[in-house]
């Protein structure tokens, strides 16, 4: 069983909907967790920084992380066609900087 | 650019030679970290290096693979007599120093390695 499991996709929704991605994971010691945005031929994107559980909003993004069922979650409002990209998620322990990462989701914003 | 930036962004070589990539971290960043991302896979970590020093190497193969972070220069990573196998695209992240928590990494581009 991988440490971080993220269903790859893809995931193709209309212009303006809501867009909800996900990861769970196995490892309780994983305290941090991130989502980066990644374009084609292009290194990731940091979008969202969370520590421990709760959420967190910045404009259209909100993270969302539940420690007692290891899932986090990331939703996107208003979709737009600039969205489209792969979503990773990534996860790390207090004091262990190296990020696990999921596979990827894979996500096309219809116009 | 005030960002990490990776060099070369593509890079070929036969097998047998050696490949070298490099980095330079964000401005203030004193913190490298080395992942590699095959197809259809996600990133894998490989090196933690702050200036003259690996912190965790636990993701680095045991053989051919290398990794410094020099006083002055950027981070290196050294792959010898490179294999079909190494063909993948490596990134380069920074982060910020601190003493009480984690701090976010930010990507470079990444340099694209194919084997001939």
């Known amino acids: 069983q991988k440490e971080v499991e993220q269903d790859p996709g893809p995931l193709s929704v209309p212009e303006g909907a809501i867009v909800s991605l996900n990861c769970t994971y196995s490892n309780s010691a994983f305290q941090y967790f991130m989502w980066y945005r990644q374009y084609s031929r292009k290194g990731p994107e940091l979008l969202m920084y969370t520590y421990s559980s709760g959420n967190k909003e910045d404009g259209r993004f909100t993270a969302q992380v539940d420690k007692s069922s290891k899932y986090i979650s990331l939703f996107i409002r208003d979709s737009q066609p600039s969205d489209s990209a792969t979503y990773l998620c990534a996860m790390s322990g207090f004091g262990n900087e190296k990020l696990t990462f999921g596979t990827g989701t894979r996500l096309t914003i219809i116009p | 650019n005030a960002g990490v930036m990776q060099n070369p962004r593509h890079l070929v070589r036969r097998r047998g030679q050696e490949a070298r990539l490099r980095c330079s971290p964000m401005?203030?960043?004193?913190?490298v970290y080395w992942y590699r991302q095959l197809p259809e896979e996600g990133l894998k970590f490989m090196v933690y290096?702050?200036?003259?020093?690996?912190?965790?190497e636990s993701g680095m193969p045991k053989e051919r693979f290398s990794a410094e972070f020099p006083k002055e220069g950027p981070s290196i990573l050294r792959i010898q007599q490179v294999v079909r196998g190494d063909s993948a695209a490596y990134f380069c992240a920074s982060s910020p120093p601190s003493t009480s928590s984690n701090q976010p990494q930010h990507f470079g581009d990444g340099t694209r390695l194919s084997i001939l």
């Open positions: 401005k203030g960043h004193s913190h």
């Open positions: 290096l702050q200036k003259e020093n690996i912190i965790d």
